[in-house]
């Protein structure tokens, strides 16, 4: 079945430093890819997604670059911040079945070092 | 700003009870799921549904029931708990077509 790769596991990181995130999907139809940060005790929480049509999306210190080639998007977080410390969760997902099916990846434990 | 509520936050059964998650959205969202949320396996789908009175089986629905009679409401029920639902279970919701999905802050259940 189609599944979604992600690494690393976790990650840590200087305040201020870049992070990357890297997943890889195998459902070559997937055309939409969310990245949820998922806080301690709360719900997954969209944070920048992007469509199949793009290769690149920023919105301030965050962007996601995709590959659809080689089926595999990124996450990048700049001038990183103590808040950003959270688990980060890719995901792939194409329209079947009248909705859109995500295929979540394993999740990235970010911790941004003061 | 209610979005997607979840009850109970916290559940513990012993194997063999039953029990019923309620999720409630408040944002007019035709389509309602459930997953559940497993150490290091990210989160699977269980049931979906794309309108009031359907549902549909998702990636691991085995052992649960779910029912949606009115739209703001999606109901996920274990019959017979098992320890192997011990999980976090999280609801979502989302408009028809739309591919973005907005996520409760989880149920907390285990089995013992």
């Known amino acids: 079945g189609e599944n979604v790769e992600q690494h690393p596991s976790t990650l840590s990181v200087q305040e201020g430093d870049s992070a990357v995130i890297k997943c890889t999907y195998s459902?070559?139809?997937?055309?939409?890819f969310p990245w949820y940060k998922q806080e301690l005790g709360k719900g997954p929480q969209l944070i920048i997604d992007?469509?199949?049509?793009?290769g690149e999306k920023k919105d301030q210190r965050i962007a996601v670059t995709l590959n659809k080639t080689a089926k595999h998007f990124s996450l990048h977080i700049t001038e990183t911040q103590p808040e950003d410390s959270a688990v980060y969760f890719c995901a792939a997902s194409r329209l079947g079945s009248g909705t859109y099916k995500y295929i979540f990846g394993t999740g990235t434990r970010l911790k941004v070092l003061a | 700003n209610a979005g997607v509520t979840q009850t109970p936050k916290f559940r513990v059964l012993k194997t063999g009870q039953s029990m019923t998650l309620l999720c409630a959205q408040d944002m007019n969202h035709e389509y309602m799921y459930w997953y559940r949320q497993d150490p290091g396996m990210g989160l699977r789908l269980i049931h979906y549904?794309?309108?009031?009175?359907?549902?549909a089986k998702g990636e691991v629905p085995d052992g649960y029931n779910v029912s949606r009679l009115k739209k703001q409401n999606f109901l996920l029920g274990l019959e017979s708990a098992a320890p192997s639902q011990t999980s976090v279970y999280f609801c979502?919701?989302?408009?028809?077509?739309?591919?973005?999905?907005?996520f409760g802050a989880g149920t907390r259940l285990s089995v013992l």
């Open positions: 979502a919701s989302s408009t028809p077509l739309a591919p973005i999905q907005y």
């Open positions: 992007i469509r199949s049509n793009v």
């Open positions: 459902d070559s139809a997937s055309n939409y």
């Open positions: 549904s794309v309108g009031e009175g359907t549902t």
